[in-house]
């Protein structure tokens, strides 16, 4: 065999061993699944004859709200105790009104806002007056202190079923970046109303070192903060994830707040790869987890990180869609997860609009997108440089342009994900959405699961 054959057979071997990695991680992520759907449903009992079951709503962005919901439902569940656990737009005023126990568990997403899954419920329910006096509940706010309107929305959520009659049964429970104090004192309502002082504490997963592997300047020369390509390795466990989840990062300057990135890689990639801009404070300070990643920290370093399951962002039901992949920025992070998840899985009815500075400077893995044009990953491609003329344009202009186009693609039954800066790009992204399709048409894509978000 001569060194052609040789590098042939090498290069088959590792290609079957690649295949085999992926093999593998998909059946561990759907044997999760299967595992989750298992657990969850273990949630809804039948309640007895008479007996009104507890109505647990939950309001999450990233996860977290959603899953302190199941694991309330399942403590419940441990007492004997029936519970119906749904999202709060999947929640209706007949619910509302025939309920006799509820308890909330509400995030607040930028400055006071709902969370996605919770729009459709504060734009119709909460504008309206209901009559709730036999409503009892409990509310669990998860917010962040260094927001002006910590935990804006379960405070919003509070007063808007107080004025509609209904009694709180404690105080409600404000939890500042997942304190265990105060996950414990909802513990303790639970406890109370499970009869029950024997369940174990609710512990938030570990963070693990994980060492800074890679880091590349992206844009030197840019009008914008500089912005790295970042790769974090895990040292002794097989991490998995999925495309769209989050990575949460503590710097040594704050053990106690977590600072929380979108995924960009899979896992055949066999490193979390992150998408990060440099901040810096007025004062010349770098930002704590920015600069800790892009520049305090010498390669080798050791990085306290834990995965978070980003359930709103993930493929789920949209996995056989045509996807339209919108954003900004660092949030091509996320989208780039999601293209190499479909060109992995051989999927091709993409469309990434994607806006940043200049294309001499921000075009951020370049070659990776002009491949997956070349590759046909990606059917369509529309990247705007917002100062590249002299007329500032930007992706939300260039969606109002394509209109004829999006229109296509949703009668198509495409599914919508955008990701990137929640002020500007993301308001933008919906205001020409709904003169595209009309306020009850984004609606419906929300309703449907087919428009989601990991905005910042």
């Known amino acids: 065999m001569n060194w052609s054959d040789q590098t042939r057979a090498i290069v088959a071997i590792l290609l079957v061993l690649a295949y085999l990695a992926m093999c593998i991680s998909i059946y561990c992520m759907q044997r999760r699944k299967q595992q989750q759907a298992t657990r969850n449903a273990a949630a809804l009992i039948p309640a007895a004859d008479g007996v009104q079951p507890w109505l647990i709503g939950y309001a999450s962005q990233t996860g977290f709200a959603e899953e302190l919901a199941w694991n309330t439902a399942r403590l419940l569940h441990t007492a004997g105790v029936p519970a119906r656990v749904a999202n709060l737009s999947a929640i209706s005023a007949d619910d509302l009104m025939q309920a006799e126990r509820a308890l909330f568990i509400v995030s607040t997403y930028g400055e006071g806002d709902p969370p996605d899954n919770a729009s459709l419920f504060a734009g119709k329910l909460m504008n309206a007056k209901l009559v709730l006096p036999h409503l009892h509940f409990g509310m669990l706010m998860l917010g962040d202190s260094e927001y002006t309107h910590f935990c804006g929305f379960g405070r919003t959520l509070t007063a808007w079923l107080q004025a509609c009659g209904a009694h709180a049964l404690f105080d409600s429970v404000a939890v500042d970046n997942a304190d ?35 880091r590349r300047h992206l844009n030197p020369g840019s009008a914008g903060n500089p912005t790295f390509h970042i790769e974090l390795e895990a040292l002794n466990e097989q ?8 990575l949460q990062v503590l710097a040594p300057a704050d053990r106690q707040r977590a600072r929380e990135y979108s995924v960009a890689s899979i896992p055949a990639d066999r490193r979390v790869h992150l998408l990060v801009r440099q901040e810096r404070h007025e004062d010349g300070n770098l930002g704590i987890a920015s600069g800790w990643l892009t520049e305090q920290a010498a390669l080798g370093t050791m990085i306290d990180v834990r995965l978070r399951a980003h359930s709103n962002f993930r493929l789920g039901d949209n996995l056989h869609r045509p996807l339209v992949f919108i954003g900004n920025g660092t949030g091509l992070a996320g989208l780039r997860s999601h293209l190499k998840a479909r060109a992995a899985s ?36 529309d990247i705007v440089f917002s100062r590249d003329q002299a007329e500032r344009i930007y992706v939300q202009d260039k969606l109002r342009e394509q209109a004829d186009t999006m229109c296509a693609w949703l009668a198509a039954d ?39 978000r990991d905005v910042y």
């Not at 109370?192 to 570990?206: E, L, N």
């Not at 991490?239 to 989050?246: F, H, K, P, R, Y």
């Not at 990434?352 to 491609?381: K, M, P, S």
């Open 414 to 452: 495409a599914a919508i994900y955008v990701c990137g800066s929640l002020e500007g790009m993301a308001g933008g992204v919906e205001a020409a959405l709904t003169d595209i399709i009309g306020g009850a048409g984004v609606e419906q894509l929300i309703a449907q699961g087919r428009y989601r």
């Open 239 to 246: 991490a998995t994830w999925e495309a769209g989840d989050l």
């Open 346 to 381: 051989g999927r091709q009815r993409n469309w990434l609009l994607f806006g940043e500075r200049n294309a001499a400077h921000d075009f951020y893995y370049r070659d990776e997108i002009e491949a997956w044009q070349t590759q046909g990953v990606l059917e369509r491609v």
């Open 180 to 214: 265990a104090k105060a996950l414990h004192d909802w513990q303790h309502h639970l406890s109370h109303i499970a009869g029950t002082s024997d369940a174990p504490d609710w512990q938030a997963p570990t963070y693990q070192q994980w060492r800074l592997a890679a």
